[in-house]
């Protein structure tokens, strides 16, 4: 549970990182 939920924060983080960066 604690892995798939860092993995999906990452995936979010990321998607928001690169919505800015654009």
Do not use: G, K, M, R
Not at 6 to 13: I, L, P, W
């Amino acid at each position: 549970p604690c892995s798939t939920a860092y993995e999906a924060s990452a995936t979010v983080t990321e998607q928001q990182l690169a919505a800015i960066w654009s």
